[in-house]
């Protein structure tokens, strides 16, 4: 159930006999990719326990709304913007007639209340009190509420856990599993692994100096945040930036080119599609000085030595990912950028201009054009954020869709 990569679920629990069916819910979320975050009521504690669950999850269980030491961690209303999805399952009577009435007396229904995530609840009770009018007149009006995205899954038909026969019970966890996974498209990227260089690189001259350039990193990470939205997995290989990196991604710190160099040939064979977004430090000092250079005369000598072209050695690699390098030209972009295509041997080029101020290195904006072997296209000025969401959409056709069937 590649829908549910990366996706930021909430189980909510509350209490029922089916509780103990959640344990299997959270096995198959996480299983499927899922983060998720338990949240119990005190019902819910007397039919299973937050250990089982805090083990499962790999994350601490949130049963109580006013607890100090809990809101120092994730606060409720954080944990409210967090989630991509609430699951509550089972959903009693009892929670379902106080969700309808909007209350928010403990952490579950006030979540509820302030998150604006899709809402799915899978009701589960006795089958009496489950054709009560009482309870399908609450469902009813929760249906009927315009602008919250709900979601009703079930209840099942059959022998219920008092000897009962009649709707009412939990769907199975696999069912429930399988209907929120169906809530989200399929991500263009789902399951596509990624891998990002970002940022500059410094090359050391001695303990306190370094050349590097003026990137910012702020391509890179949007590229890394969009592939994140498009449900792959993103490894994020990024030079020393001031930026934050999106939560979601497996963050690799590195500082000179050969660091970086080594980073990407460890990800190489793990990765699907690898995006080299970093501005690399084309030389470096050939010795790295072990003090200080002391001021002497008013010029200095320094012997650069070429650093390993590091997309090109991924795009040469035995097992070669869908190779994109970036190129930062200042004058005839169009030339050099499809001489970089040929010579780095890569699926795709984006070239930007980087002689303009308000776009490229260090700017919030950016206009590129994309090159590959017999096509290219062109994308006007954007902010990054918004031209990596482009990007992304280009890339995942293009992996997709490998230049023989286009
Ligand atoms: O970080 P920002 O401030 O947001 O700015 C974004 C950016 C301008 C840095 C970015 O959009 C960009 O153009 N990155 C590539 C910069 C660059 O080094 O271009 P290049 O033409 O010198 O290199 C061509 C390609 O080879 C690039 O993909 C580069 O990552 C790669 N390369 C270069 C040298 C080297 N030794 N190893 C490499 O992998």
């Known amino acids: 159930m590649q829908q549910l990569t990366n996706k930021r679920i909430i189980l909510g629990i509350t209490g029922g006999i ?47 709304l006013l607890n100090p030491e809990a809101e120092a961690g994730m606060g409720h209303i954080e944990l409210a913007k967090w989630a991509d999805v609430i699951l509550v399952a089972p959903a009693s009577a009892n929670f379902i007639a106080r ?44 249906q009927d509420l315009k602008g919250r995205k709900l979601h009703i899954f079930g209840p099942a038909d059959g022998q219920q856990a008092c000897g009962d026969v009649g709707p009412g019970r939990m769907l199975e966890p696999e069912l429930l599993t399988q209907s929120l996974a169906n809530l989200f498209d399929r991500g263009m990227l789902a399951g596509v692994r990624v891998t990002i260089t970002a940022g500059p690189t410094r090359e050391a001259i001695d303990p306190v100096r370094y ?26 290989i990024s030079g020393p930036v001031t930026i934050k990196a999106p939560s979601r991604v497996h963050l690799v710190n590195v500082s000179s080119a050969r660091d970086m ?9 793990e990765c699907d599609i690898f995006i080299a977004a970093a501005a690399v430090a084309d030389y470096r000092p050939m010795t790295v000085a072990n003090q200080k250079i002391k001021k002497s005369g008013d010029t200095i000598e320094m ?28 004058q005839d972009i169009d030339t050099y950028a499809r001489s970089k295509l040929a010579r780095k041997q890569l699926d795709l080029i984006i070239a930007n201009d980087v002689s303009r101020q308000d776009i490229g290195f260090n700017s919030d904006n950016n206009a590129v054009t994309v090159y590959w072997p017999d096509g290219q296209q062109d994308f006007a000025d954007r902010s ?21 069937t286009v």
Request: net charge negative; hydrophobic share 45%; aromatic share 4%.
């Open 18 to 64: 089916a509780a103990y069916k959640s344990a299997e819910v959270v096995r198959l979320l996480k299983k499927s990719g899922a983060d998720v975050r338990v949240v119990m009521t005190n019902g819910a504690k007397e039919f299973i326990t937050p250990l089982t669950l805090q083990a499962l999850s790999g994350n601490p269980v949130h049963h109580t």
């Open 99 to 142: 969700l309808t009435q909007g209350l928010g007396d403990d952490l579950l229904t006030t979540l509820c209340l302030a998150s604006e995530a899709t809402l799915a609840i899978a009701p589960a009770m006795n089958q009496a009190m489950w054709h009560n009018e009482t309870t399908q007149y609450n469902l009813q009006r929760l």
């Open 211 to 236: 050349i590097s350039n003026h990137s910012s990193g702020k391509m890179g990470y949007a590229l890394a945040q969009a592939a994140i939205d498009a449900g792959a997995h993103v490894t994020l």
């Open 261 to 269: 160099l080594e980073a990407a040939l460890q990800q190489t064979p």
């Open 303 to 330: 012997t650069l030595v070429k650093n390993p072209d590091i997309v090109a050695t991924v795009a040469q690699h035995e097992q070669r990912p869908f190779t994109i390098g970036f190129a930062a030209e200042t």
């Open 384 to 404: 990054k954020n918004a031209l990596a969401h482009d990007l992304i959409e280009l890339i995942a056709q293009r992996y997709h869709n490998p230049p023989h």
